[in-house]
């Protein structure tokens, strides 16, 4: 019935004219079919083009033998239609691909969309004729196709990759690629099979073919992380909790970040005892779940390298455990890259394999392959005599399928393969400037193949059709991204590769897998659900970023970047709004204050160092407390004087104790952190004049709490840095102490109002002008604002100490941050400025919550080494680690 089906669209297509569409699609996998399906429904002419015989894509090509899903069949699968949900079961929690591909062939013939698509037609060319506009498509079989738009939902997993080992042709055996694995049955029984290739489609077939062949040797170049899958019926905890609320679950995995609905994860490694994280890892090694033991162990594992070792060390226990031959064990366990940055794969047997007599790993780091050899393979060390060698050596992922289809010409006639020389640059990674009315789904740019890519492949088919429907009502016919979009959204992109380890790993996500592509992280690391409500707002917002045309209507281009915000301060921020907390300045000081106190207690603990002690000392006018920060490295260590943000009203010495932690383990030195007084009951100047006593104190006291003597350094944060900078201006001119170095992190340093940053950020960014304004009436009368130990940026500046300041893009306070780096260096300091871009007021100091702080408070860290005389290299970096550093770890 489908043979006869292919036959019959195949020669209906053989006509010399060309066929006039609306839509073409090209690619009949997950994401074609749901196209077809929406875009017929939405009266579009369509056509969809598929290389293959059949539908099925992914789940048609790769019919190796173990051939699975990795993400629980429940989730992956399509949710559009509650009908189709309870017309299909799945019979296992990870289904086989003859199930996923009958599983699409249903889905086709449920909605017949066989009708609408030309089988066995590759799509060999694609051009945009700026006169027509229309997108013009050759193929290799049958009619040519003019169309309006051009949709290539060509697969991210769909080019395999050639061998790149010379010789192959030589070889008189049986050869397959598991990712072009034969329709008709490969018989293995009694043959000497080498498999090459250990991801996912490698360890997924070889448990299987060492049953078979009379010998299976596997060469491996990198070994990969694989969990054990547990496979059986589909979980009934998981069944119960979608069909208690189907569309509450299904909606949950829309909005979290991989795709299926587990909640955000918040201990943090280090609020967990050794003990607990065993726990935690042999309940997630029991699941069976890669989603789970990658987001729900413990909440830094994805993005901090020491908190990802811990976990990366748990899995290599179970190598060894689990494979008898030691050198062997040692040679599959992965040190090269963090768990989860390349893709981890889920096994059945695949570690016991190794303990079977008829199976021999070869370590390709050891021996690299010489050549493919008419009898085998030849590594240099030895000949290996084989009668089968399987490819699982994987795909020229996310844009092989789309540079395949060669040339791709856009506007002004440019190639699409010119336009990417240097990397795939797209906007939302649905689209790409210059190539109008072309959309690729799950192309590089979107969360696609880090995430359950049923969820994204839907959610990008419905804001592609739903942005067709509504451009045709509004009488637009083209659609392209701008170059400020574009360039925004890659900006974008590198900075949520930054939160995660991806970019610490050589894979296929960063192109590292064939030779000469050019790299960086393809996929989109900022998740699922942050993805979705940012296509939303470009839908919302006038489809920004878009230039739309028409003949009867004017041009509409609404220009902009879609995202300015660093992506974990968009979440903060967004987090924030949904609490609809009231205006902190309504609350009263002490309502504040306990409001305050109260949110502090659900931001993550800070981290261990060795030691922290409370005492007093002696302020302005009388004791003050204090919280001392020691390294757990031998003393005397330099001393950094810290005073806390609050607006002179609110916090106090433990209010910044994870940035006081942070600070303190990445220098070095111990931080002292002093509980000033506050406003109303003590105004102004009780809190300068309480910094200049406090740093005084503790410069006469350095040595007995374990300080190096000598000169200090002051540090503060918001009215903290206010205090900070006034202390050396006092400091100079009451002689002494004497402080070698101040950071001041966006500092209050002038009374006004008037700098574009106080109404560019007035609201939406956390700190308020109103809550500014709030502040200074608190702590200080209108007359003493002009004082310089309230306003320093008024006072002398020359003769002061080194500075680093540091100010966010979005913060109120952030032109005076400026203004007083400006100020210093006019006066003859020594001063770094720096600019974070993307942040808002606390992004700094808020410590493992906006991750995207971190490579600034390891500039911050330098230049506190800078200014005590020690090398700025001595700072600890953490989770900014090389990958260089990460292989040097790991010897
Ligand atoms: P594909 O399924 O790749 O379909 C693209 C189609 O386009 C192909 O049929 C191809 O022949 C056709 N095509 C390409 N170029 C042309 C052209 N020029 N002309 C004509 N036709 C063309 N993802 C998950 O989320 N969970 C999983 O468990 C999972 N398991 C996987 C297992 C394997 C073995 C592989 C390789 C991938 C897996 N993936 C998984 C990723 C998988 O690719 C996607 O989940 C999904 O199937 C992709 O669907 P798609 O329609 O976007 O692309
Ligand atoms: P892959 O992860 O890229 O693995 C390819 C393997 O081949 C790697 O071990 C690679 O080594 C090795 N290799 C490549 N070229 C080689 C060469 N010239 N010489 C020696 N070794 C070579 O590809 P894949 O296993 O096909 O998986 C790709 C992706 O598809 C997966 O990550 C996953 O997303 C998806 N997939 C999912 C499943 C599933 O379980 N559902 C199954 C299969 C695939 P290096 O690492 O050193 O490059």
Redesign the pocket.
């Known amino acids: 019935m489908q043979d006869a089906t292919v036959a019959a669209r195949a020669s209906e297509a053989t006509s010399s004219t060309t066929q006039q569409l609306d839509v073409a699609v090209v690619g009949a996998g997950f994401a074609g079919l749901y196209l077809l399906y929406r875009l017929r429904k939405a009266g579009f002419t369509t056509l969809l083009l598929e290389e293959a015989g059949d539908v099925g894509g992914t789940w048609y090509w790769?019919r190796y033998p173990g051939?699975?899903?990795?993400i629980q069949t429940i989730d992956y699968s399509y949710t559009f239609d509650p009908d189709l949900e309870s017309a299909w079961q799945w019979s296992e929690k990870y289904a086989t691909q003859p199930e996923i591909l009958r599983y699409l062939g249903f889905v086709a013939d449920r909605y017949e969309l066989r009708r609408d698509i030309r089988f066995q037609t590759k799509v060999t060319a694609a051009n945009w004729d700026e006169a027509t506009e229309r997108w013009l498509l050759k193929t290799d079989n049958g009619a040519a196709i003019s169309c309006r738009y051009y949709i290539m939902a060509t697969g991210c997993?769909s080019a395999p990759?050639p061998?790149?080992?010379d010789g192959v042709k030589d070889f008189k055996g049986e050869v397959y690629f598991?990712?072009r694995w034969p329709h008709e049955e490969v018989k293995l029984a009694g043959k000497r099979v080498a498999v090459?290739?250990?991801?996912?489609?490698?360890i997924?077939s070889i448990p299987l073919i060492s049953e078979q062949a009379a010998q299976l040797t596997v060469?491996?170049?990198?070994p990969?992380f694989a969990l054990p899958a547990h496979n059986g019926p589909p979980p009934a905890e998981r069944i119960a909790m979608l069909q208690g609320d189907r569309a509450g679950y299904r909606e949950q995995a829309r909005w979290s970040m991989a795709g299926v609905p587990y909640p955000q994860q918040t201990a943090v490694s280090w609020q967990l005892s050794d003990a607990e994280r065993r726990e935690r890892f042999e309940q997630a090694w029991a699941t069976g779940d890669l989603v789970y033991i990658l987001t729900q162990l413990w909440a830094d594992q994805g993005v901090d390298v020491e908190g990802n070792a811990l976990l990366a060390e748990l899995i290599r226990e179970k190598i060894h455990a689990t494979v008898k031959d030691s050198d062997t064990a040692a040679a599959l366990s992965p040190h090269d890259h963090p768990f989860g940055a390349k893709?981890p794969?889920?096994d059945t047997n695949y570690y016991a394999t190794y303990n079977r007599p008829n199976v021999t790993l070869v370590n390709?780091r050891q021996e690299p392959?010489k050549q493919i050899t008419a009898s085998g393979i030849r590594t240099d060390k030895r000949a290996f005599d084989v009668d089968v060698i399987v490819f699982?050596?994987?795909?020229d992922a996310m844009t092989g399928a789309i540079m395949a289809v060669h040339p791709i010409t856009g506007r002004g006639g440019k190639s699409l393969s010119d336009v990417w020389a240097n990397g795939p640059q797209t906007y939302l990674g649905l689209t790409v400037a210059g190539f109008p009315n072309l959309f690729m789904i799950t192309g590089p740019g979107s969360p696609s193949?880090l995430s359950n890519m049923a969820v994204s492949i839907e959610q990008h088919d419905d804001w592609v059709v739903d942005r067709l429907v509504a451009m045709r009502e509004a009488g637009f016919t083209t659609v392209e991204a701008t170059d400020t979009a574009q360039a925004g959204w890659t900006r974008h992109m590198a900075d949520c590769a930054t939160l995660t380890l991806h970019r610490l790993a050589n894979t296929?996500y960063t192109g590292a897998?064939v030779p000469g592509k050019a790299q960086g992280v393809m996929p989109y690391t900022g998740g699922v659900g942050p993805y979705r409500s940012i296509c939303n707002e470009v839908a919302n917002g006038g489809m920004l970023g878009f230039r739309l045309t028409g003949p009867n209507v004017s041009e509409q281009c609404n220009d902009g970047e879609v995202v300015r915000l660093q992506p974990d301060v968009r979440l903060v921020l967004g987090m924030l709004t949904e609490m609809n907390l009231p205006p902190i300045e309504s609350l009263g000081a002490q309502g504040a204050r306990d409001f305050v106190n109260e949110f502090n207690k659900g931001r993550p603990a800070g981290r261990p160092v060795g030691e922290v002690g409370v005492g007093a000392l002696q302020g302005a006018d009388g004791p003050l407390p204090y919280r001392l920060y020691r390294p757990a490295t031998p003393g005397p260590h330099p001393i950094v004087v810290y005073f806390h943000g609050g607006g002179w009203v609110l916090g106090d010495e433990q209010s910044d104790d994870p940035f006081c932690r942070d600070m303190c383990r990445r220098t070095g030195m111990i931080f002292v952190s002093v509980g000033y007084r506050h406003a109303p009951e003590h105004r102004f100047p009780a809190a300068a004049e309480d910094g200049c006593a406090a740093t005084r104190w503790i410069a006469e006291h350095a040595a007995d709490l374990g300080g190096k003597p000598g000169p200090v350094m002051v540090a503060g944060w918001s009215a903290g840095a206010n205090i900070a900078a006034v202390t050396c201006q006092l400091a100079r001119d009451r002689g002494g102490p004497e402080i070698s170095g101040q950071l001041l992190v966006c500092p209050v340093t002038d009374c006004t109002f008037d700098r574009p940053s106080y109404t560019d950020n007035a609201t939406g960014y956390f700190l308020t002008r109103s809550l500014m304004y709030w502040f200074w009436d608190i702590y200080c009368s209108p007359a003493d604002r002009t004082d310089p130990r309230a306003s320093p940026l008024r006072g002398k500046l020359d003769g002061l100490p080194s500075a680093l300041v540091a100010t966010c893009e979005f913060d109120p306070l952030r032109d005076e941050g400026v203004a007083y780096a400006e100020a210093l260096a006019a006066a003859g300091v020594p001063v770094e400025q720096l600019k974070a871009r993307g942040h808002f007021h606390s992004s700094l100091t808020m410590v493992d919550v906006v991750i995207t702080g971190v490579s600034a408070r390891v500039q911050m860290a330098e230049a506190l080494r800078r200014f005590a005389g020690l090398p700025a290299e001595g700072v600890r970096t953490g989770r900014t680690a090389s990958p260089q550093e990460i292989n040097a770890a790991a010897g």
């Open positions: 790769n051939a699975r899903c990795d997993l990759k061998p790149e080992i598991t990712g090459i290739g250990t991801g996912s489609s490698g997924q060469f491996q170049r990198t990969n893709r794969c889920l390709l392959i699982a050596t994987g795909f193949v296929w897998n």
